[in-house]
């Protein structure tokens, strides 16, 4: 088993609490956009937009990959978005994470800020479509890696 290290530096364990997701069959680009949306948000207010995205009743905005994305009138000020369900359902597993960390810890949920949610491309594995003539053209499937850390606000 490979060990993952975290991309947050400078780590205090009494203030900080972390969870990661590794190797999610989820889309890299989309859970790049899910996390931004939810940094600096805290727990709770988090939970339920996710659980909105996920029962698409609230957008997640699209800024870096937006293109041929549809736009959503809900959005003030950058109207690209989507609703990426799989993505947030994953994240809110996460997110659990996160919070049963914390409950651990005897920090108080309440007041838990996300102040580092990010989400990269992990392993490759590749996948065969059969074409013309007998031949086949590879296509990869991404997996994705899930961070998120929280901070007690006081």
Known sequence: MPQFGYSFQGFDSSVHVRASG?????????????????KGL????????????????????????KLKRGHRKELQGFPAGGY?????????VVLDNLQNNAEHKGLNIERMKIIHA?????????????????????????????????????
């Open 22 to 38: 590794r190797e999610v069959d989820i889309s890299p680009k989309k859970a790049r956009e899910v996390c931004n949306a939810i």
């Open 84 to 92: 990426p369900k799989k993505v947030a359902e994953a994240v809110l």
């Open 42 to 65: 805290f727990i709770p207010q988090a939970r339920k937009y996710l659980e909105e995205v996920a029962d698409m009743k609230r957008p997640v905005p699209f800024r870096r990959y």
């Open 118 to 154: 990010s989400a990269y491309p992990g392993r490759r594995l590749p996948r065969y479509k059969p074409r013309a003539f007998g031949r086949s053209s590879p296509s990869m499937r991404v997996f994705s890696h899930i961070e998120l850390v929280g901070k007690e606000v006081f």
